[in-house]
């Protein structure tokens, strides 16, 4: 998983958003990113908003350890998951697939 890297503070996820999507789901690889289509507009934060709940809630994490690391306001995001394995992301992001 080209997408998925394992960092001191926990595992970074390189993602490709794809704004305004009829449903909230996890599309698969994109190159070397994730793709993960949103519900929220790219206005104002909200899809960054939605990004980091999505994520809560897929990876049973609470959203304070859950940080954009970059991308706010492009559609190429990268995520820290604090306190978390790439493998341990990696379990949950093939059970979800």
Known sequence: MPFL????AGAV???RIVPR??????QGEHGDALKIRLCAP???GAANAALIEFLAETCDLPRARIQLLSGQTSRIKRVLLSGCS??????ILNSGS
Not at 5 to 8: K, L, Q, R, S, V
Not at 21 to 26: E, G, H, M
Not at 86 to 91: C, D, E, F, G, P
């Open 5 to 8: 890297t394992d960092t001191p």
């Open 13 to 15: 996820l390189s993602l």
């Open 21 to 26: 999507a009829s449903k909230n789901i996890i």
């Open 42 to 44: 790219p206005v104002d």
């Open 86 to 91: 790439s493998a341990s992301v990696r379990s």
